[in-house]
């Protein structure tokens, strides 16, 4: 049977690529992305043998003519020959990684992340100096975050959403639960660290061939094509005071040489876990409420003061406390210990004084409490384990195959403040408030939880469940994919190159809430005595699951997709090949995450008191088509134009266009810059779902305060700050935002071992999606100017009262939650400068022997403004703003990163340094125009009265080493040291997402210093 030719073979197999999906990559060689950055390590691939090139050609006389031939054509024609190879490209659908790309792209190296100690994807993400305000970090999930075991970047302080991250140049299924509950973005903790190859951030607008969400910039992991032979590494550590641990495992083993032997296959394993890690484990004064060493007030509940009377009154701790009231709920004595003798339950003993709101003369005895010390948790305890197979196939000389799937798991779970027995509902619709305590239990008998039934009295119940809430979440991520590459000669213009992959991933989340009291449930447990309040401890585990059963909710999300593209040399212009591709996409995203605690019509006690009811479904096909145009106009000038139409089922389109150009009259220097439109699509949760956020608040009508105060003319707890609620509903006729997006700037090569940049960036968004256009502190500062207990509409958002103030039952009540609904209203800009620098040489004189590398990026955020119409602009750069986004990390106006390596035979040696500027404790979201900067508006007032007075927050650095030795080609082994230097976390006390320090840019200076010990095994 005669055998059939390649160049047929090879057409064939396009042709069931581009019916069937069967996935795209070109043949070998190490990813790269366009950089022009000088890079320590060569990823180009190395030059072949005599007997390689034999074998990649199949050895026989008549394709190495037919090799000859076409090589021949290609130097006549100036089109590259290293066509062959595999080749994952950002920012561009050409295979050529020798191209000088116009886009700015920082590639960090799997080299460089093991030199940095750097050990995960997020934390690589996370450290970038682009990474700005609105990411999510793992910290924050301990915080209660909504999207809490999951990981997210925000480049250009854009929020999660506005970044797109992939793999291998392919989308990927966003997480099952929302940032803030409201903005989808891919997960980053469940990234295979070990199979990294090289990580390429595009900072600039990536919608032309990535399409929606690629607004700030396109993050692509690169995976390794093969792995040969055995690869190991065990690593352990903790943080100097004994807390933290960590481990670290993972094993690659590969067969075969995509080259020699035309495949090659390998699996991957890899496990982390990070322990839990508490306030209490912490020094002075993360591990406390009392804050009075540091100029700020003592924040511990129920404090006696000299005058008999309690300061900070909260009825609300594990020491259960009663007062008996009367049918309309009016206090008939003080506050009274269920369980004098161990009711505070290992808190301080009880003291006994007056509080406001009880009759005059009554006497209560409380418990003191921090709450901080007992319950807060800095970060989350953290468990990932990995499984993958790879396969590469080389189908003939001209086109590859690789096939990859990968299982992984993220188990993230963490402690809270225990659930209160006088609470309202998440949704302020069900309530403990008035459930009072009979006298008498149903069977007639005294209630033993009433200490005043002998008086025929009724009894309100304060306190806090014996157990400490928990939240563990579980996702689960399935993903497999498929890449074909190859090519094609021509007979005109350069070569065809074809690229078609598939791919499909689903994430599925389970996420446990334990300890948490349901309304209705308390509220029978308190009528017929069947919890015993008295001495919890003495509960059997099915009364304690009675009043606070487990809720377990289930999430999934799911992204199919196929892509296609061919490109093709046209014409020779007098700078080059023009060349030509054109692709096309169709995906499918499914999304579904129910409402942990939904609204039972029937019975509105029946929910949870403290569960945020967040809830998003559905589902949409995206049709699009793309093209790329590259056009070396002449040696030194090259145009690059690029486009790409998207259509979704759910009713909208979008053009995205974009150009690049590169001017290089030298090889010592460049211009680039870029221009282009993009797009970010409305989220699941924007168009279909419903959301419950929370900020810290603080009352600031003196009118209304003076009406909620403790005996001795302080606030009482009612009037401190407290978490305001926002809820926002849905819109599913919201507009995509938009957006325009300019880079450019020099880049400079005076030497060959060095290359410096500067980039100059301009983003600017229109249609921003927001639920509330009006300030959240606006509205309810002017609900206290009302003095009402009612639901009121101010400014076309819906205002529900909270809960009275127990102290003050008949005064006016705060705003609790404020419903509105998404709208496309604002517009939002930002601009800055990046530079970056890397250098390659060796020290001078006696020290030649050492080679030096040298590698920094630092962001500089010249302006970031959010326009509201009727409001005005709201400028964030250089303060604690947005706010109101995840963790209220803030836009510090510097981040800068710089790693220096020093080798020396097996010896290798790297500093890392990072800076984030200060920046003032204000942002404008929260209290209007013109207010940054103004220490009358400080965010600290917000979140605490018992902070000390701060307007601004100092800037941060910190110091890692690395320190590496190869004992032989096998073993080698390693230490890293976290904060070296011991740098302290200045203190921020107008964030919301940790405590006393931004857990977004000082989360080391918390912690302190930090160690890591490793070994790694290559056999």
């Known amino acids: 049977m005669k055998a059939r030719s390649a160049p047929r073979r090879n057409i064939m197999l396009f042709a069931f690529s581009a019916l069937t999906g069967a996935a795209v990559t070109a043949p070998t060689g190490s990813a790269q992305a366009q950089t022009v950055s000088a890079s320590q390590d060569s990823t180009a ?22 090799r000859k031939a076409v090589l021949q054509k290609a130097s006549a024609t100036g089109v590259n020959s290293t066509r062959a190879e595999s080749v994952v490209v950002t920012g561009t659908l050409f295979h050529d990684k020798n191209l000088s790309s116009a886009s700015p792209i920082e590639q960090i190296t799997a080299k460089q992340l093991q030199q940095r100690g750097i ?26 975050a909504f999207a809490g075991g999951a990981s997210a970047p925000s480049l250009r302080g854009l929020q999660t959403s506005a970044t797109l991250v992939m793999m291998d140049g392919m989308r990927l299924s966003y997480y099952p639960a929302g940032d803030d509950g409201a903005r989808n973005f891919v997960d980053t903790n469940w990234m295979p660290a070990s199979l990294v190859q090289t990580i390429d951030v595009q900072q600039d607008g990536g919608s032309a061939l990535y399409g929606a969400d690629a607004v700030a910039g396109v993050i692509n992991m690169i995976t390794r094509e093969q792995i040969k032979g055995f690869e190991g590494n065990a690593e352990g550590g903790l ?118 709101g009880t009759p005059t003369g009554s006497v209560s005895s409380l418990c003191q409490q921090d709450t901080v010390s007992k319950y807060s ?16 196939v080389k189908l ?93 000669s021509s007979s005109w213009g350069g070569d065809w190159n074809y690229d078609s992959s598939m791919v499909g991933m689903n994430t599925d989340l389970s996420t446990k809430y334990g300890n948490y009291i349901n309304i209705g449930d308390l509220n029978n447990a308190i009528e017929n005595g069947t919890y015993n309040f008295v001495d919890q401890s003495a509960n059997s585990t099915a009364a304690k699951n009675a009043i606070a059963p487990t809720e377990i909710v289930h999430s999934k999300t799911e992204e199919y997709s196929w892509q296609a593209s061919v490109t093709k040399g046209l014409v020779r212009l007098p700078g080059g090949m023009l060349n030509l591709a054109i692709g096309t996409n169709v995906r ?15 019975d509105v006690n029946n929910q949870y008191e403290s569960i945020n009811p967040f809830s998003a479904i559905g589902h949409r096909y995206v049709y699009s088509g793309y093209f790329e145009l590259n056009a070396p106009i002449v040696k030194m000038l090259n145009a690059d134009f690029q486009g790409r139409y998207d259509s979704y089922s759910t009713g909208f389109s979008h053009f995205s266009p974009k150009i690049g150009v590169t001017f290089k009259p030298s090889k010592e220097f460049m211009l680039r810059g870029t221009w282009s439109q993009g797009f970010q699509v409305p989220s699941f949760y924007e168009t279909n779902g419903t959301t419950i956020g929370y900020t810290s608040y603080g009352p600031s009508n003196l009118t209304w305060i003076n009406q909620h105060l403790d005996a001795n003319g302080s606030k009482d707890s009612y009037a401190q700050a407290y978490s305001l609620g926002g809820q926002s509903v849905g819109n599913p006729d919201l507009k995509p935002m938009t957006n325009n997006t300019f880079t450019g700037g020099p880049v400079f090569h005076p030497f060959p071992w060095m290359t410096f940049s500067a980039e100059y960036w301009y983003i600017r968004e229109k249609n921003v999606i927001v639920s509330n256009p009006t300030p959240a502190a606006t509205v309810a500062a002017a609900y206290e100017a009302m003095n ?70 630092a962001t500089w955020v010249h302006r970031f403004n959010q326009t509201i119409p009727g409001v005005g602009v709201e400028r964030f750069a250089g303060t604690e703003g947005p706010w109101n986004t995840t963790s209220a990390s803030g836009t510090p106006r510097w981040r800068a990163n710089w790693q220096n390596t020093f080798t020396w035979n097996k010896l290798s040696t790297t500093f890392t340094v990072y800076y984030t500027s200060g920046y003032h404790g204000t942002a404008e979201d929260n209290d209007g125009p013109g207010t940054a900067g103004n220490c009358n508006y400080a965010l600290y007032q917000n979140v605490s009265s018992f902070y000390p007075s701060q307007c601004n927050v100092r800037h941060f650095w910190d110091l890692d080493m690395t320190v590496n030795y190869q004992f032989n080609k096998q073993w080698a082994g390693y230490v890293n040291i976290y904060n070296l230097a011991g740098f302290k976390a200045p203190y921020d006390f107008g964030t919301y997402g940790s405590y006393l320090y931004n857990s977004s840019w000082a989360q080391s200076g918390a912690l302190g210093r930090a160690f890591r010990f490793g070994v790694t095994a290559t056999l």
């Open 45 to 66: 691939a190395p030059k072949q043998t005599k007997s390689q090139s034999r074998a990649a050609t199949g050895k026989t006389l008549t394709t190495t003519s037919s």
């Open 396 to 488: 003939g000389p001209r086109a590859k195959l690789v096939s990859m799937f990968t299982y992984s798991q993220n188990l993230s779970s963490y402690t809270g403040t225990p659930s209160a027995f006088y609470a309202n509902t998440q949704s302020q619709l069900g309530t403990s408030k008035g459930v009072l305590a009979p006298a008498y239990l149903p069977d007639g008998s005294l209630n033993p939880n009433n200490p005043y039934a002998s008086l025929n009295e009724s009894a309100q119940l304060y306190g806090r469940f014996i157990d400490p809430t928990e939240v563990t979440q579980f996702s689960q991520n399935y993903r497999g994919s498929m890449h074909l590459t190859g090519w094609e």
């Open 119 to 144: 050990k995960t994807v997020t934390d690589a993400l996370q450290l970038l100096s682009s990474n700005g305000s609105g990411n999510l970090t793992n910290a924050f999930s301990a915080n209660g």
């Open 377 to 392: 948790v800095i970060s989350p305890y953290d468990r990932r384990v990995e499984a993958t197979a790879h396969l590469t």
């Open 588 to 602: 499918y995203e499914g999304f579904s995450a129910p409402n942990a605690n939904p609204v039972d019509t029937t």
């Open 788 to 857: 009402t207990n009612q639901t009121v509409m101010i400014d076309g958002n819906t205002v529900v009262p909270d809960i009275a103030d127990p102290l003050h039952p008949d005064a006016p009540r705060r705003a609790g939650i404020i419903e509105s609904s998404y709208i496309n209203a604002n517009s939002m800009m930002t601009d800055g400068v990046d530079l970056n620098l890397s250098i390659t040489h060796r020290l001078p004189g006696p020290l030649k022997m050492i080679n030096w590398y040298s590698n920094g990026h």
């Open 239 to 356: 943080n100097q005071a004994g807390y933290g641990g960590h481990q670290r495992l993972y094993a690659n083993y590969g067969v075969g040489d995509v080259e020699k032997d035309g495949y090659n296959f390998y699996v991957n394993s890899e496990y982390q876990s990070d322990d839990m890690i508490t306030n209490s484990q912490l020094g002075y004064p993360y591990n406390t409420s009392n804050l009075t060493g540091i100029g700020g007030g003592n924040a511990d509940g129920n404090i006696l003061g000299p005058d008999g009377t309690f300061s900070n009154a909260v009825t609300q701790t594990t020491g259960v406390v009663a007062k008996a009231v009367d049918s309309s709920g009016k206090s008939l004595s003080g506050y009274q210990l269920l369980n004098p003798t161990s009711g505070c339950n290992g808190l301080s003993g009880a003291h006994s004084g007056y509080v406001t």
